[in-house]
Each structure stands twice: as C-alpha cells, then as structure tokens.
C-alpha cells in the first residue's frame, strides 16, 4: 500500500501548497445562531422551539419512529406514501417520489431519464451531482452541452445547432433536457426560468424539450408558501421535474422529485440510488411533515419575509463602505451591486423582480484571511471560505448565508467586522508600500531586500 498512500499524500499536499484543501470545520465549543452565517439553515428553523415541540409530540404519537426496514422497494412504507402524497398536494404536482437527499435524486434522475440519443444542456454552474448523474447516464459524452450562466442566449445558440445538426432532435425522435437552479447556492442568482421554459418550447415544438429545476436553495423561502421560484411564477405544468430538497430551510433531511407518474414509475425501476439504499427513517419523515405544516400554516412565510428583509439590509449596510475599497481586494457580484430591489414588494411570491437573495458572496482572492478574521473576533462571525475546485479559478468567496434569526444587529456586527478586515487590509498594504519607497530613497531596495532574506 505504500505506493498508493505516497500518491494519496502527495495530491493532499499539493491542495495544501495552493490553500484548496478541504477539512471538516472545527469549533472549540457551539456555534450560536447568532454567529452562524454558514449553514443553509435559512429560516432558523433547526432553532426552531414551535418546530422543536411539534417534532417531539408528533414522535409521542408515532406508531414508528426509528428506522425504515430497508429500501422502498422491499418494505411498504405507509408514512413515507402519505408524505409523496401531500408534497403532490402541496406542490400541484403529478406524481412526488423521495430520495435519501438531493445528491441523490439529482443522480437518479440524470443518469437514468434520458436515453442513449438525447442531449442534456446545462448550466455551467449546475451542482456537482448533476454531473454526477450526467456521466452514469447512456448519452453520449458529446451530447452533454455546457450554456454559460443564466444565459438564455446561449442557450438558444446550443439549442439552434443541434437542431441544425440532428434530424431526430427536429422531428421529435430525440430529446433535449434542460438543466437549471432555480438559485444558485455559490453565487445567489436567480435563473431566467420564464424565459429558459419559452426558449425550450419555441425551439423544440415537438414536445420532446424538457427543463428541470433544482429547487433546493428556494424551498421553503420563494413562492406562495415556500413552493419555490418555479410556483412563483406559475411555471408548474411547463417543466418536467422538480427537486425540492429537506436539509436546507426545512432542517431536515432528504428530497423528492416532482414530476410525472411515468417517470416516477421509471426511476423506480432504474433510479439506483433509490433501489439500493435503505429509505429516509421514519423520524426524519415526521420532521419533514412538521416542517410543511409550517409552511402551510404561514408561519414559516413570516420568517421568509424577515429574512429577505436582512438581505435587503445587509447590501444597504455594505454597499457605501465598498465603495471605498479596492474592489480587487473585496466585492460583491455584479448582480448584487446596485439595488435592482427596491420597487418588489420583497414577498417571496412575488416574481416582478429578481427578489433578495440570502446568499451573498463576497469576492475576494484572500478568502480565509477574512473568514479567520470574522471568526477571531470577540463576538466571532462563522462564514466559509470557498476556493476552486467548489467555485472557479479566480473567483474565490466568502459566502455568507443569512437566516430568519438572526437580527439587524447580527447583521451590523458582520457588516462591521467585514469592513474592519478591508481597513485593516490596505493599511497594511499602505504600510508595505511606505517602506518599500523609504527603503528605495535611503539604503537601497537591494539592501533591504537582502536584510529580510
């Protein structure tokens, strides 16, 4: 084994030497809600005491709560039925089928849905499972075609030419899938998802165009209670799958598909991550169903709208001292920049205009200077770092997500703490300067330099 763990070693070191490496995150003691703006917990509700008590009594109540017996196709399980059956409800949705998480539905769907002659056309920021599943699928490597982000545009340009290239792409033999955020959890961009689903259904007339939306980041927070971007405008009956995902703003875990029963039927006989694994327990299946009473209760849209505030708040606090600052050094996006917000309404259901967003990348090429700087405070700020291979090379980030708990206070205190990092920064760079040009009008650069050596 010694040559195998000398190349393991070595491709561990060579992440260190260029900063990528990954580690699991470690605190000395609990991360208070209050200083968490790292996790996707973004209504609190893993906080939550009202989620808290309805989670416990609804186990008093169970008549099963641990385990699950094995894989859905082995055992019946009643309470995980009655879930697909309210999320079908709930979501206006044909048929709804449960994965052990979004990876894995992600999977599923794209290695197992499309046959060995379609294309799949694909956000160049699509998550990781989507490829994932793209490369276990049967198309042909050449058929998955990358479309820069959020760029209907060049969409349509892949779209004409495969139409151009391929008879049975314009006569219906074959099909093009589509695939899409709704959010983007990196960069905290909305997708063009109206036009995205015209563009699909003007070029492919044949009926064999199809969008699919990851809503995983939108669940819970966007659309008539927490449906996601794709109910928010009304988009329902125009794309062939959804995913909603658990472990994000509904503080549990799991995922389900939305789509048709053909294809619900389909992925039970070749959806592998779904045949050969053991189901979500029947607790986490109790915690999800306490988390949509929330939602459809109305309680879980009053934090959405709290929280969209705080981000409304947050780039107001932020946007003036950035100004000042190098933009090299530390900035937003460009779609974050100036307020595109400020007419909405700021309801998650409301899709006039791009709504607010709690993800906020700060761009910066010294992302771990500014997140150990946030967490060394005497009120430490948790944020993560986040470098190439997650994001690409040359656009490095802390990415801040925000929550419904956290305060108006909680968000000066990161504003500050930010600016504080940036001040500190180029002071240091000024200093460094000041001695370079002293040094250089005195003993000599040569000199100096030799001095530190």
């Not at 276990?136 to 030419?161: C, E, Q, T």
């Not at 995205?196 to 995983?216: R, T």
């Amino acid at each position: 084994m010694s040559s195998l763990n000398d190349k393991l070693a070595a491709a561990l070191s060579s992440r260190e030497k260029r900063h990528i490496r990954r580690r699991l995150p470690v605190s000395a003691s609990p991360v208070l809600p209050s200083a968490d703006f790292t996790s996707n917990d973004y209504l609190s509700l893993a906080t939550s005491s009202t989620l808290r008590t309805a989670f416990q009594h609804a186990l008093s109540t169970a008549p099963k709560i641990l385990g699950s017996g094995g894989s859905r196709l082995l055992v019946p399980t009643p309470a995980h039925v009655a879930l697909e059956n309210r999320l079908e409800r709930f979501f206006g949705a044909e048929k709804a089928l449960l994965f052990n998480s979004g990876f894995d539905a992600n999977v599923a769907f794209f290695s197992a849905i499309p046959q060995p002659d379609d294309v799949i056309l694909y956000d160049e920021h699509i998550h990781a499972s989507v490829h994932d599943g793209m490369g276990a699928s049967r198309v042909d490597p050449s058929s998955l075609i990358k479309f820069s982000h959020n760029s209907v545009a060049a969409l349509k340009r892949s779209l004409r030419k495969l139409l151009h290239e391929r008879d049975d792409l314009r006569d219906g033999r074959a099909s093009a899938f589509v695939a899409v955020e709704s959010l983007y959890s990196m960069d905290g961009t909305f997708a063009p998802l109206h036009e995205i689903v015209h563009c699909v259904e003007e070029l492919l007339p044949k009926n064999n165009g199809y969008v699919i939306v990851d809503e995983a980041h939108a669940t819970g927070i966007y659309g008539p209670q927490g449906r996601g971007m794709v109910a928010a405008l009304g988009l329902e009956g125009r794309v062939l799958a959804r995913l909603h995902t658990f472990g994000k703003a509904l503080a549990g875990s799991g995922a389900a598909i939305l789509t048709t029963e053909l294809i619900r039927d389909y992925l039970l006989n070749y959806g592998r991550p779904l045949i050969y694994t053991t189901t979500l327990t029947y607790a986490n299946i109790i915690g999800v169903e306490c988390a949509f009473d929330m939602l459809e209760n109305g309680s879980a849209e009053v934090l959405a709208l709290h929280l969209l505030d705080l981000s409304q708040y947050f780039l107001e606090l932020l946007r003036p001292h950035l100004q000042s600052a190098p933009p090299e050094l530390l900035c937003l996006p460009g779609h974050l920049r100036t307020d595109d917000h400020k007419d909405s309404t700021n309801s998650p259901s409301d899709p006039s205009f791009p709504p607010p967003t709690p993800i906020i990348p700060l761009l910066t090429p010294h992302p771990h200077s500014l997140a150990a700087h946030l967490a060394s405070l005497p009120q430490p700020l948790f944020t993560k770092a986040i470098t190439w291979p997650t994001v690409p090379v040359g656009t490095s980030r802390v990415r801040v997500c925000l929550h419904a708990g956290h305060t108006r206070d909680d968000v000066k205190r990161l504003v500050d703490g930010i600016v504080d990092w940036a001040q500190a920064w180029v002071a240091r760079e000024k200093e460094v300067e000041r001695q370079w040009l002293s040094v250089a009008e005195g003993e000599g650069v040569g000199v100096w330099m030799e001095s530190k050596l």
